[in-house]
């Protein structure tokens, strides 16, 4: 934890922009009216926004999430927020970059399904965001201005002012009731949680196999990517935060609740080949189970919808 030269709690350090991509308002402005655009998409009906609500912490609540024409993809929308911080991004955790990442919904079949050309004509033909190209970045409205702008305006979205990070890095003890407390001391020196979820931004930022199926299936996660059987079943390690808005869970949604995400790991998976050594059975009272999942929802910080109001 830093603190600001003002005195405020300040849990992560300032986002590092890439060199070709420095954050400004004007950048940040266009990348959100980009970001809440549903021309982005071929028939006009799906944003980025329409798979990342801001009210549900830039999720969707849907087990899949929905493209064009009700085309359906594989996996569950993940939360944006601080994804600034995330030295890789998409559940593959293969993609360095968000303005990388800005690509792939625009371009995927069951997404938006826009080819980037066609794209750029359409979004040329609107003279505010020529305007806002020629003005920020000195060149005609092009994909370089799209990813972006995209990026940037993604870059804002921080999220770490829970009552949770209030009481652990702000120092507000009575902050937490003793439920919430209990519920941090079993996941943090109880139960092997911290080893795959780590403040303070609850992820490891890898991809792990967390034991979720014993066949994979058609979506057989990060091997998808490169082809390397060690790679089998491992998706990106999710960040807690905000986990009480977030859910269906897991990569495909398929636990719908808290319950069901500590019965899962309780059980200590499925026991798929190549799970993650992490993962061990554990035994909670159901008290303890009711206090693990006040902690979670201590997480919870909505400050952010200020700016979205």
């Not at 003002?6 to 959100?32: C, W, Y």
């Not at 359906?72 to 600034?84: I, K, M, Q, V, Y």
């Not at 940037?152 to 009575?174: C, E, H, P, V």
């Not at 693990?292 to 200020?306: E, G, H, P, Q, R």
Request: aromatic fraction near 12%.
């Amino acid at each position: 934890m830093c603190r600001s030269g003002h005195g405020e709690m300040q849990v992560f350090s300032p986002v590092v922009s890439p060199e070709d991509n420095p954050i400004t308002a004007e950048k940040v402005e266009l990348g959100r009216k980009l970001f809440f655009d549903k021309r982005l998409s071929i028939n006009e009906t799906v944003s980025c926004a329409t798979c990342h609500v801001p009210e549900f912490a830039f999720t969707d609540r849907k087990k899949v999430s929905e493209g064009v024409f009700g085309r359906l993809t594989e996996r569950n929308s993940p939360t944006l927020l601080n994804a600034g911080y995330l030295p890789v991004v998409m559940f593959d955790a293969h993609l360095t970059s968000l303005e990388m990442q800005v690509i792939v919904p625009i371009q995927e079949h069951v997404e938006m399904d826009m080819k980037m050309g066609d794209l750029i004509q359409r979004l040329q033909k609107v003279d505010e965001y020529q305007t806002a190209a020629r003005k920020i970045f000195n060149r005609e409205f092009d994909p370089f201005v799209l990813t972006r702008s995209i990026s940037a305006f993604q870059r804002t979205l921080i999220s770490s002012n829970s009552r949770f990070d209030q009481y652990y890095y702000g120092k507000k003890k009575s902050i937490l009731n003793k439920s919430e407390e209990n519920g941090w001391k079993l996941f943090s020196e109880k139960l092997y949680c911290t080893k795959c979820h780590t403040p303070p931004h609850f992820t490891t930022f890898k991809a792990e196999n967390n034991g979720l199926y014993k066949d994979y299936g058609i979506d057989q996660g990060r091997f998808r990517i490169f082809h390397d059987s060690t790679d089998i079943g491992k998706f990106k390690v999710p960040s807690l935060r905000n986990i009480e808005l977030t859910y269906p869970y897991m990569h495909d949604g398929s636990l719908a609740t808290l319950n069901e995400v500590i019965e899962h790991y309780s059980k200590g998976g499925v026991q798929h080949w190549n799970q993650s050594p992490i993962i061990q059975s554990f035994q909670l009272t159901n008290g303890e189970k009711e206090d693990l999942k006040a902690f979670l929802k201590s997480l919870t910080d909505t400050s952010y919808m200020k700016k979205f109001r």
